[in-house]
């Protein structure tokens, strides 16, 4: 087996953890929303679009940074559990995790900002 193929070969669990992590940052970014339509409206005339998206997407990357952070400590605590001698299972389990909730919070607020555009001129 080469190591490019066994590089993401993670336990079910993992998988799992990170697929429900990202669907749940996703959610959030996309439709966590507190305020009226005349704050979105001053949040649009004030920041405008890009800017409530990249702040968004900044807010909600941060929030999935802590969940991966979550998942990486739970598989480190498995690594020293196991006494095993490799270490680039959390590592990973980081990069793959990083990438699935960057990406699922940049998707979710690309939809949070188009709604918000959507439902603001109409």
Same mark, same amino acid.
């Given at each position: ?11 079910? #669990? ?8 990202? /669907?749940?940052?996703? @959610?959030?970014? !996309? %439709?966590?929303?507190? *305020? ?11 920041? #405008? ?8 997407? /900044?807010?909600?990357? @941060?929030?999935? !940074? %802590?969940?991966?952070? *979550? ?21 990973? /389990? ?29």
């Amino acid at each position: 087996m080469s190591t490019a193929n066994s590089k993401y070969q993670l336990h079910s #669990g993992y998988w799992l953890l990170i697929g429900v992590s990202g /669907v749940f940052t996703l @959610l959030c970014a !996309s %439709v966590f929303y507190i *305020g009226s339509e005349e704050s979105a409206q001053n949040m649009i005339r004030e920041e #405008g679009l890009i800017g409530i998206c990249l702040r968004r997407f /900044v807010g909600f990357a @941060l929030f999935g !940074s %802590v969940l991966t952070l *979550g998942i990486v400590l739970l598989s480190l605590g498995i690594k020293l559990w196991n006494r095993a001698a490799t270490w680039a299972e959390p590592l990973n /389990v980081l990069k793959l995790s990083l990438a699935v909730h960057l990406a699922c919070a940049f998707l979710g607020s690309l939809f949070f900002t188009w709604w918000v555009a959507s439902t603001t001129t109409s």
